[in-house]
């Protein structure tokens, strides 16, 4: 759950929301989780509008919203604490760093980004080839289809998760994740 969903679509749009630090704790108030979720791979589609409260609610009529995790890239979702035990310190601030270099980015640009990435990961796997992601052209297109040049797109965007270091290029139309895959 967060805040007001107008303030928080908003705040994407301009590309000036807030990363979050997400917690879970055990009945002793002691941390088990602790990660933190970029605001740069945050989309509006991963944001989910509540009902508004009702007339007799104090509030009356006041919109809040979800952020639907599962939606957001691993890459975002950056682990400081994992089942307690603290990652180290710059291990996660890397992964940060990485994802950092992507606020730059219009929003648009960070929507195929962070599209791709969702799907990239769920091949279930670190390594795969062009051929696979062309595979994808169809489903982009249906989520950008003001966009002609598809397979010039995701190209592009290949090219700019190897240079925020989320993936590396292994060869010829072979590809690796550097972030681990797993099931999303």
């Not at 605001?39 to 508004?52: D, H």
């Not at 919109?63 to 307690?84: D, F």
Request: glycine share 4%.
């Amino acid at each position: 759950m967060d805040g007001a969903y107008g303030s928080m679509m908003s705040r994407i749009r301009q590309n000036t929301g807030a990363s979050f630090l997400l917690m879970r704790y055990s009945e002793s108030w002691e941390p088990i989780d602790l990660m933190t979720v970029h605001r740069s791979l945050i989309m509006p589609e991963m944001i989910e509008q509540r009902r508004p409260l009702s007339l007799a609610a104090r509030r009356a009529g006041w919109v809040g919203c979800n952020i639907l995790l599962h939606q957001v890239p691993l890459e975002a979702r950056i682990a400081v604490i994992k089942q307690t035990v603290p990652i180290r310190k710059e291990i996660a601030r890397e992964q940060f760093r990485k994802v950092e270099r992507l606020s730059s980015s219009s929003l648009e640009s960070r929507g195929w980004t962070a599209a791709l990435l969702t799907r990239l990961h769920k091949f279930g796997k670190n390594e795969f080839d062009l051929k696979q992601v062309y595979a994808l052209e169809d489903e982009m297109n249906a989520l950008f289809p003001k966009n002609q040049h598809v397979r010039e797109k995701l190209r592009q965007q290949l090219q700019v998760l190897r240079d925020a270091g989320m993936l590396t290029f292994e060869r010829r139309g072979r590809y690796r994740l550097t972030h681990p895959a797993r099931s999303v």
